[in-house]
């Protein structure tokens, strides 16, 4: 184990002596060359009438001296530079010394903000495996029983076409999910590329709420507002779908789009989100999250929000998230003489509503 960890250090060790050595060199020899070139001048031009070997003698004298200048000094020079290098060969340069020039300092922080980035990186990639691990894993796990059950059951027609249903079901979640995740992966990495052209908000709103009716559960999607705005109609779509998908999957009765001066409203009765916008809306982020009572593994909870906000920016917008104040409560409706005392299994309707989820996805200049 020893071997294996050190043996790959030693040849950049190696390279970072030389590599100091070759930097003291180069001072020393300019230091020498300063100090050696005027004495140079100044023995020539005042002694002219001394024999050539006591000049020789004496700048060789000289030149020791100015070699020996230099040498001691590039070590004082670069004695911070050595000492950085130690300990980010050690791993530990987090902690600044009181003699550290300011370009020193500098490295000390561009060294810690590459190790974080780095970090960071090593966390997201972690995340993304841990996305592939469970979450292809649990439809593809599915698919494989659907599929044994479906050739080697003597299931009745009715059965196997129900059987065939849910292979399809699962195969569309399983292929949304890689398209998600390969999204937040370009996204990540790359700018949105949008074509901007006058778009009918409500229409946009219309054609997800249709697309999504038979996902509604016993939940209401509707629809309401006007408004035009300059947008990509494929790319907004995209970004209302992951919204209005998100807003059925926690709304407990009611899912509302919306189009108002600000842009598109997605809003639900679901319980919200539980850490800040900011925090969730990250393509592979290494922390599980609880929403609803259900626990998301690493990178799943975040990939349609992280999405949804860069297609926001791309418009020249932005995505916020917060609770909006809950309409008004239905009336209650009057009750019979023989109905004056409660039922403790009807919802209390007097009872204030909850607030409500609200999405905003922010469009510039958005026109009645």
Known sequence: MSRASTAPTAPATRRGALGRSTLRAQFTLVIFMLAFLPNVVL?????????????????????????????????TLLRSVSRLQNEVERGDFTQPHPDDPSEILA?????????????????????????????????????????????????????????????????????????????????????????????????????????????????????????????????????????????????????????????????????????????LAQPFNAQPTTIAGQQYTAGTAGLGLFIVRRIAEAHGGALHYDRAPPGVPPDPEPRSPDQNSPDPNSPDLSAPPAALTRFTLELPEVTP
């Not at 659907?146 to 849910?166: I, K, N, S, Y």
């Not at 997800?208 to 006007?226: C, M």
């Not at 790319?235 to 779908?241: E, I, P, S, Y």
């Open 107 to 279: 490295l000390r922080g561009a060294f810690s903000g590459l190790l974080g980035r780095l970090g960071t990186e090593q966390g997201r990639r972690n995340a993304f495996m841990a996305t592939l691990v469970h979450d292809l894993k649990t439809p593809l796990i599915a698919t494989g029983h659907l599929t044994r059950a479906l050739t080697t059951l003597p299931l009745p027609e009715e059965e196997r076409r129900a059987v065939g249903d849910q292979i399809q079901a699962e195969t569309t979640r399983l292929l949304a999910l890689v398209q998600q995740m390969a999204d937040a992966h370009r996204f990540e990495q790359e700018d949105v590329t949008v074509q901007l052209v006058p778009t009918d908000l409500r229409a946009v709103l219309d054609d997800v709420a249709a697309r999504l009716a038979p996902q509604t559960t016993g939940r209401t999607l509707t629809v309401s507002g006007h408004g035009y705005a300059g947008a990509d109609p494929t790319v907004l779509d995209r970004a209302v779908t992951n919204l209005a998908v998100n807003a059925l999957r926690y709304a407990h009765t009611h899912v509302e789009l919306k189009v108002t001066p600000r842009g598109i409203e997605v809003t639900d009765d679901g319980p919200g989100l539980p850490a800040p916008l900011d925090t």
């Open 43 to 75: 023995t020539v031009t005042a002694r002219p009438s001394v024999p050539t070997s006591t000049l020789l003698a004496w700048m060789l004298v000289v030149g020791s001296l100015c070699a020996l200048v230099g040498y001691v000094l590039s070590g």
